[in-house]
């Protein structure tokens, strides 16, 4: 599975965009991207993946570029409930799913 | 549905003891794998499974064994339990993707919060 670099930390006002970055310069064509983020010590959640087109649900919207080389996780109106570790992902077989240390994103009033 | 359950919540344990963490699911997953995260640290896959009766190495496999006999469990096995281990162990599972090697979202149980002294 393709390696995949995030910014340690990031902060966000409250009621702003939260934009956060990943970098995935060596994914490879069946390979998804996925998005998931962890509020304190509880296991984490899924928040979204693509594959090449963006997506949106009700949580966020996922930007991906064309070359597919690096993403973008859009939380449209950050809150304080948003302050969590997140985790982008990608893979393809679901054989290894891994996680690297992801960004702290840190919502201030 | 339960979700993702996970038994204990905390255990601690001497050096040298095995114990067993228990990971059940009741979603008909067929995809179901163990992670550690200590202190700081991302998660790191141990151990994962594709289906009943098949496992596979993750990133840090040495000293942990796993099984899966039914769909529903993946228990994790310290053999002989080292401070190395001392993290929170995290159980997940997901459902197979229709491409048939591409999964879907993972669900996460609440963890298990291991001391090893």
């Known amino acids: 599975d393709a390696k995949t670099t995030q910014p340690t930390s990031m902060d966000c006002a409250e009621g702003r965009a939260a934009n956060l970055p990943c970098n995935h310069s060596?994914?490879?064509?069946?390979?998804?991207v996925y998005w998931y983020r962890q509020i304190h010590s509880q296991g984490p959640q899924y928040i979204i993946h693509?594959?090449?087109n963006n997506e949106t649900n009700e949580m966020a919207s996922l930007i991906i570029t064309e070359d597919r080389k690096s993403s973008t996780l859009i939380l449209p109106h950050a809150t304080l409930r948003d302050t969590a570790v997140y985790y982008c992902?990608?893979?393809?077989?679901?054989?290894?799913?891994?996680f690297g240390d992801g960004t702290t994103l840190t919502v201030k009033p | 549905n339960a979700g993702v359950t996970q038994t204990p919540k905390f255990q601690v344990l001497k050096t040298g003891q095995s114990m067993t963490l228990q990971c059940a699911q009741d979603?008909?997953?067929?995809?179901m794998s163990w992670y550690r995260q200590d202190p700081g640290m991302g998660l790191r896959l141990i151990h994962y499974?594709?289906?009943?009766?098949?496992?596979d190495q993750g990133e840090v496999p040495n000293g942990y064994n796993v099984s899966r006999s039914t769909t529903e469990d993946f228990p994790l096995r310290l053999l002989s339990a080292a401070p190395s281990q001392t993290s929170v162990y995290f159980c997940?599972?997901?459902?197979?993707?229709?491409?048939?090697?591409?999964?879907?979202?993972?669900?996460f149980g609440p963890g298990t919060r291991l001391t090893v002294l």
């Open positions: 997940a599972s997901a459902q197979t993707g229709t491409s048939g090697s591409l999964y879907n979202e993972q669900f």
């Open positions: 499974s594709v289906g009943a009766g098949i496992t």
């Open positions: 979603m008909n997953h067929e995809y």
């Open positions: 693509g594959l090449k």
């Open positions: 060596t994914i490879s064509g069946n390979e998804y």
């Open positions: 992902i990608v893979r393809a077989n679901a054989g290894k799913s891994t």
